[in-house]
T-cell receptor
């Protein structure tokens, strides 16, 4: 079945560490996105990529970095510069330019990151 | 101007009742209004969506009502069932340099009790 796989499901980070969250899709979607979900704040866009080797900052990119070397993969690194990284992170993909169709976004099942 | 305001934050409905979630927006450039359903520990999934040239869209027990002049839209869940218990997000999107920028509401946690 086609879909988006996020790993790990749970991740613990020590203060000062960088951690990388994995996102892989086999939907042949061009566009991929990273969202952060906090209670009572909805989903906030961190980074997005419309094509391989290109990505753009979203609304809350500070303290995060991404790469898009393959169409299928869009890993997110949470750096030590992110002061409040504890959150639920969601990866999504879409047919490029067609978020507004009935397809919308396809989301992964998320990674819950906790700072210890 | 990019915000989408969603209410209520939480909602408890009896089985068989009607669940109503409301959203409001300011930016008239938004041209697509989807609703997403999220179960605990899972990612959101597209439930139903509407374009602003339509005042109502129905899919099964789920209906979106859209009021363009008031810049408001709402989700109605008829005959609510315990399996509908989830968090619902409204959203609005617009073209931003060839990229559809999506703004999400803050979510409504729905609990349907037997």
């Amino acid at each position: 079945d086609g879909g988006i796989t996020q790993s790990p499901k749970y991740l613990f980070r020590k203060e000062g560490q960088n951690v990388t969250l994995s996102c892989e899709q086999n939907l042949n979607h061009d566009a991929m996105y990273w969202y952060r979900q906090d209670p009572g704040q909805g989903l906030r866009l961190i980074y997005y990529s419309q094509i391989v080797n290109d990505f753009q900052k979203g609304d809350i990119a500070e303290g995060y970095s991404v790469s898009r070397e393959k169409k299928e993969s869009f890993p997110l690194t949470v750096t030590s510069a992110q002061k409040n990284p504890t959150a639920f992170y969601l990866c999504a993909s879409s047919i490029r330019g067609q978020v507004f169709t009935n397809y919308g976004y396809t989301f992964g099942s998320g990674t819950r990151l906790t700072v210890v | 101007q990019q915000q989408v305001k969603q209410s209520p934050q939480s909602l408890i409905v009896q089985k068989g009742g009607i669940s109503i979630i409301n959203c409001a927006y300011e930016n008239t450039a938004f041209d697509y209004f989807p609703w997403y359903q999220q179960f605990p520990g899972k990612g959101p999934a597209l439930l139903i969506a509407i374009r602003p040239d339509v005042s109502e869209k129905k899919e099964g027990r789920f209906t979106i009502s859209f009021n363009k002049s008031a810049k408001q839209f709402s989700l109605h869940i008829m005959d609510s069932q315990p399996g509908d218990s989830a968090t619902y997000f409204c959203a609005a999107s617009r073209d931003s340099g060839g990229y559809q920028k999506v703004t999400f509401g803050t979510g409504t946690k729905l609990q349907v009790i037997p």
